[in-house]
């Protein structure tokens, strides 16, 4: 059994440790003793069987305020007071310097929080150290001074997520959509290095990757390009391929007729496409950012947003190319084929694709099994979102989300045009939605204060994003020349602030939320699956959302509600939620919440129920959110995975399937790892073939909170994976 320390290194529990401590609070008084030896030993007991019922590891401030109660349980209220005193003081010796301890701790790779903080980091390369190292010190500065105490507080006890605290002291955003098309087309700056719009498509893809390198080493969260921008290289590359093949045939005295000609240059254009789109799959995964990860980037496959159909034929070619590259997926260092996490792939169903007989149907099914053997590409229902996303023109329109998830709001620039891409987000703040439930309820409370208490969080949540935005106010476009001064974002002047871009809508403010059907519960004791449960659901949706156009409308500022992907958060909130409120069935009784609106994942529902379902919950959700199914290995049954594609084309917006993707180094076993409780009852996982436990010896990738992650997960994540149900 383990423990958490102060400096976040995992240690073997000893229970001697707390009969000394109680002890000698116990006998360093003035007047005899209050506790005897075998109520000591009850104590220590008492609190050993806690922690092997908590079903993670506890943390030695957890372990301590068990400490304290039992002390007083046992009617030692004088030793208690000496224990306490005890803690303060210590506390008090650590203030001077919070963060030594921490560091140490991450560059001996020690750090169990950290060490599972982020599923595509790893912890052991130095560079993913030292951006921790600096998150660190980050963190230490935005909690004692750029922050405002409630929201620190607020924050440590789980009652909101400020995201990125460890970025908070630069002025960096979030995410965006990077303008590749002004960039390539009008030329851009990379390292003080002038680069000219490029002459072939392969040439377009070798910058395209540079860019995404850049823009990821000067913000904190994902980006997105789309494969349209692209597409018009592909006939640059036709025209140049067609010139070298006439000139070539010339000098060998060879006069081809027209159609050869065309079927060399075709298959000449194919090989440079291919080339092209190796060139991003390979950089993006191999390249190194200044955090220590490969870049978080999101390739958007959208047929309908090339002007022509010229170009839509071209886009057509290279979205063909990127799905049978990620099929085959990239080899590992043991030169076995394994799934990516990155890049992130997009795909838009739309009235050409959705069908097998359609135009471009054949594209969809190479999306599928893509899916199948690959967990990616997630799926954008063209029509469900022209429905949504309806700008000030009164017209709809389709576009890619920022990373992991989080959509722009609908937008037209001063020539009413819509605008997406060059435009991007200023922060997110979460609201747990359990803790608000449980602190009206536990208490006594009834729905009435639920309210009251949602409507004070979310005072405090729309406080922490002011935070964010003056962060950025004032922020000159210096600061990050590839973003604000060469195109990705903007082409402002040297010295000039990027102020006017937070405002008015170019930019956004989320507010994120989770918990939604613990929360739901927790006040009706119905399930979202419920129809009771459906409608407090939708109406504490509609809340959230009202509070967002109230801000907006006061300030000119875009705010926008967003279903949070938490990952490492899901089990902080857990445990501070079980420290506050003890484990509440169904509520707090397992070691992560539920993210968003999703459906809880132990709740046996149907795949296609699922997806209607929580599409109600997705529509009001407009700041971003994705749905998905868990399905088991569908590689040979790629019909169904179609029928599921149709189904989300014609319901919801957003969603995915996720499915598995492992291999064993040990036996080469290439089915699914389990997940299983090991003797000090944490779990790990294991080959279910030859029962490899190491890490260090196996690939395992899994959708954690849409996007896949490679690296492994904390406890509470991987009790999560451990429980989810199978939806087809």
């Given at each position: 059994m383990?423990?958490?320390?102060?400096?976040?290194?995992?240690?073997?529990?000893?229970?001697?440790?707390?009969?000394?401590?109680?002890?000698?609070?116990?006998?360093?008084g003035d007047?005899?003793?209050?506790?005897?030896?075998?109520?000591?030993?009850?104590?220590?007991?008492v609190?050993?069987?806690?922690?092997?019922d908590?079903?993670?590891?506890?943390s030695v401030e957890?372990?301590?305020?068990?400490?304290?109660?039992?002390?007083i349980?046992q009617?030692?209220?004088?030793?208690?007071?000496?224990?306490?005193?005890?803690?303060?003081?210590?506390?008090?010796?650590?203030?001077?310097?919070?963060t030594d301890?921490?560091?140490l701790?991450?560059i001996e790779?020690?750090?169990?929080?950290?060490?599972?903080e982020n599923?595509?980091?790893?912890?052991?390369v130095n560079?993913?150290?030292?951006?921790y190292?600096?998150?660190?010190?980050?963190?230490?500065?935005?909690?004692?001074?750029l922050?405002p105490?409630?929201?620190v507080?607020?924050?440590?006890n789980?009652?909101?997520?400020?995201?990125?605290?460890?970025?908070?002291?630069?002025?960096m955003?979030n995410?965006?959509?990077?303008?590749?098309?002004?960039?390539?087309?009008?030329?851009?700056v990379?390292?003080?290095?002038?680069?000219?719009?490029p002459?072939?498509?392969?040439?377009?893809?070798n910058?395209?990757?540079?860019?995404?390198?850049?823009?990821?080493s000067?913000?904190?969260?994902?980006?997105s390009?789309?494969?349209t921008?692209?597409?018009?290289?592909?006939?640059?590359?036709?025209?140049k391929?067609?010139?070298?093949?006439?000139?070539?045939m010339e000098?060998?005295g060879v006069?081809?007729?027209?159609e050869?000609?065309?079927?060399i240059?075709?298959?000449?254009?194919?090989k440079?496409?291919?080339r092209?789109?190796?060139?991003?799959q390979?950089?993006?995964v191999?390249?190194?950012?200044t955090?220590g990860?490969?870049?978080?980037?999101?390739v958007?496959?959208y047929?309908?947003?090339?002007?022509d159909?010229?170009?839509?034929?071209?886009?057509?070619?290279?979205i063909?190319?990127?799905?049978?590259?990620?099929?085959?997926?990239?080899?590992?260092?043991?030169?076995?084929?394994v799934?990516?996490?990155f890049?992130?792939l997009i795909?838009?169903?739309?009235?050409?694709?959705?069908?097998?007989?359609?135009?471009y149907?054949?594209l969809?099914r190479?999306?599928?099994?893509?899916t199948a053997k690959?967990?990616?590409?997630?799926y954008?229902?063209?029509?469900?979102?022209?429905k949504?996303k309806v700008?000030e023109?009164?017209?709809?329109?389709?576009?890619?989300?920022?990373?992991c998830?989080?959509?722009?709001?609908p937008?037209?620039?001063?020539?009413?045009k819509?605008?997406?891409?060059g435009r991007?987000?200023?922060?997110v703040?979460?609201?747990n939605?359990?803790?608000?439930a449980?602190t009206?309820?536990?208490n006594?409370?009834?729905?009435?204060?639920?309210?009251?208490?949602?409507?004070?969080?979310l005072?405090?949540?729309?406080?922490?994003l002011?935070?964010?935005?003056?962060?950025?106010?004032g922020t000159?476009s210096?600061?990050?020349?590839?973003?604000?001064?060469y195109?990705?974002?903007?082409r402002l002047k040297?010295?000039?602030?990027?102020?006017?871009?937070?405002y008015?809508?170019y930019?956004t403010?989320?507010?994120?939320y989770?918990?939604?059907?613990?929360c739901?519960?927790e006040?009706?004791?119905?399930?979202?699956t419920?129809?009771e449960?459906?409608?407090?659901?939708?109406?504490i949706?509609?809340a959230l959302?009202?509070?967002?156009?109230?801000?907006?409308?006061?300030?000119?500022?875009?705010y926008?509600l967003y279903?949070t992907?938490l990952?490492?958060?899901?089990?902080k909130?857990a445990?501070?939620?079980?420290k506050?409120?003890?484990?509440i069935?169904?509520?707090?009784?397992?070691?992560?919440i539920?993210?968003s609106y999703?459906?809880h994942?132990?709740?046996p529902?149907?795949a296609?129920?699922?997806?209607a379902?929580?599409?109600?919950?997705?529509?009001?959700?407009?700041?971003?959110?994705?749905?998905y199914v868990e399905?088991?290995?569908?590689?040979?049954?790629?019909?169904?995975?179609?029928?599921v594609m149709?189904f989300?084309?014609?319901?919801?917006?957003?969603a995915?399937?996720?499915?598995?993707?492992?291999?064993?180094?040990?036996?080469?076993y290439d089915?699914?790892?389990?997940i299983v409780?090991?003797?000090d009852g944490?779990?790990?996982?294991e080959?279910?073939?030859?029962?490899?436990?190491?890490?260090?010896?196996?690939?395992?990738?899994?959708?954690?909170?849409?996007?896949?992650?490679?690296?492994?997960w904390?406890?509470?994540?991987t009790?999560?994976?451990?429980e989810?149900?199978?939806?087809?």
């Open positions: 383990k423990i958490i320390k102060r400096s976040g290194a995992e240690d073997v529990f000893d229970r001697q440790k707390i009969v000394k401590a109680i002890t000698k609070a116990n006998e360093t007047s005899a003793p209050e506790l005897t030896n075998r109520q000591i030993d009850y104590i220590s007991l609190i050993e069987d806690y922690c092997k908590a079903g993670r590891a506890l957890e372990i301590q305020e068990l400490v304290e109660s039992h002390i349980l009617g030692a209220p004088e030793t208690a007071k000496r224990y306490i005193r005890y803690r303060y003081n210590r506390s008090l010796a650590r203030v001077a310097n919070t301890n921490q560091i701790s991450l790779c020690n750090n169990e929080e950290v060490k599972q599923s595509n980091k790893n912890p052991t560079s993913v150290q030292r951006d190292m600096a998150g660190e010190v980050s963190k230490d500065l935005t909690k004692r001074i922050l105490p409630e929201i507080e607020a924050h440590e789980g009652i909101i997520h400020f995201h990125d605290a460890d970025y908070f002291a630069q002025h955003h995410c965006d959509l990077v303008n590749l098309e002004d960039m390539l087309q009008n030329g851009t990379i390292s003080g290095t002038m680069i000219e719009k002459h072939s498509f392969s040439t377009a893809c910058i395209a990757t540079q860019i995404i390198a850049q823009v990821a000067n913000q904190y969260g994902g980006q390009i789309s494969l921008h692209l597409a018009p290289f592909v006939q640059i590359s036709r025209e391929i067609k010139k070298e093949t006439i000139a070539e000098e060998l006069k081809p007729t027209q050869k000609l065309h079927s240059v075709e298959e000449r254009l194919k440079e496409i291919k092209g789109v190796q060139t991003i390979y950089q993006v191999t390249l190194l950012t955090n990860q490969a870049p978080f980037v999101t958007f496959m047929l309908n947003e090339a002007k159909e010229v170009l839509k034929h071209d886009l057509a070619m290279i063909e190319e990127v799905l049978k590259q990620r099929i085959v997926g990239v080899k590992n260092e043991a030169g076995t084929y799934t990516p996490a890049p992130k795909y838009v169903l739309e009235d050409d694709n959705v069908t097998d007989d359609s135009k149907g054949y969809t190479l999306a599928a099994k893509c690959r967990m990616v590409p997630d954008i229902s063209e029509k469900i979102m022209l949504l700008d023109n009164g017209n709809g329109n389709c576009y890619t989300c920022m990373g998830r989080s959509f722009l709001t937008y037209v620039d001063e020539n009413r819509p605008k997406y891409y991007f987000n200023q922060g703040v979460t609201l939605l359990v803790d608000v449980c009206a309820i536990e006594g409370g009834t729905e009435e204060d639920f309210w009251r208490i949602l409507n004070e969080r005072e405090l949540c729309h406080k922490a002011r935070c964010r935005h003056e962060r950025l106010v000159l210096d600061a990050a020349p590839i973003l604000w001064q195109g990705a974002l903007a040297k010295g000039e602030p990027i102020t006017k871009l937070l008015g809508g930019s403010l989320s507010l994120g989770a918990g939604l059907w613990e739901v519960y006040i009706s004791k119905k399930k979202l419920e129809a449960g459906e409608e407090l659901g939708l109406k949706m509609q959302n009202d509070a967002c156009l109230k801000w907006r409308n006061e300030e000119n500022i875009h926008s279903g992907p990952e490492s958060t899901t089990y909130f445990k501070c939620l079980q506050r409120f003890g484990k069935k169904g509520v707090t009784d397992k070691n992560y539920t993210n999703h459906i994942v132990t709740e529902i149907d296609f129920d699922k997806l379902l929580e599409s109600k919950f997705q529509e009001l959700s407009p700041g971003g959110a994705i749905s399905v088991p290995n569908m590689q040979d049954n790629i019909d169904a995975v179609m029928s149709q989300i084309y014609d319901n919801i917006m957003y995915e399937l996720n499915t598995k993707s492992d291999y064993c180094h040990e036996c080469g089915g699914e790892i389990q409780t090991d003797e944490k779990l790990v996982w080959c279910p073939n030859c029962h490899n436990r190491d890490q260090n010896k196996m690939n395992v990738a899994r959708r954690t909170c849409g996007y896949i992650g490679t690296q492994f904390n406890q509470g994540r009790q999560e994976i451990k989810r149900v199978l939806h087809l």
